[in-house]
């Protein structure tokens, strides 16, 4: 099993920064892609970056030249830098690690962290 711990959400002015964190435990392995969601009240989670265990990354195009994800494996952990925010960034994030059955789009893994509120206000 692997637990996702996420920190550093909070309150902040639009145009103020953010940084977020995920600390995974647990039976971690290799080869896991790790993702930011966040999911705002009334819509539908969406995802916010990925970054695959070689460090490909991608954006949700709201957020690009925004925020950056990044990844520390030595210490099973990732980042979101969310810099620029905006009001309609307010959401809970959310940290996600999956992994893909090898030649496949199936997940043989898939957990999820409990989520940090970042509110942005104008």
């Known amino acids: 099993q692997v637990q996702l711990v996420e920190s550093g959400g909070g309150l902040v002015q639009a145009g103020g920064s953010l940084r977020l964190s995920c600390a995974a435990s647990?039976?971690?392995?290799?080869?896991?892609?790790m993702a930011w969601y966040r999911q705002a009240p009334g819509k539908q989670r969406e995802l916010v970056a990925a970054?695959?265990?070689?460090?490909?990354?991608n954006y949700a195009g709201s957020v690009k030249a925004r925020f950056t994800i990044s990844r520390d494996n030595a210490k099973n952990t990732v980042y979101l830098q969310m810099n620029s925010l905006k009001p309609e960034d307010t959401a809970v994030y959310y940290c996600?690690?999956?992994?893909?059955?090898?030649?496949?789009?199936?997940?043989?893994?898939?957990?999820w962290g409990q989520g940090t509120q970042v509110t942005v206000s104008s």
């Open positions: 996600n690690m999956y992994r893909y059955y090898s030649g496949t789009y199936l997940k043989e893994r898939d957990y």
């Open positions: 970054i695959s265990s070689g460090g490909s990354t």
């Open positions: 647990g039976i971690i392995g290799s080869g896991n892609t």
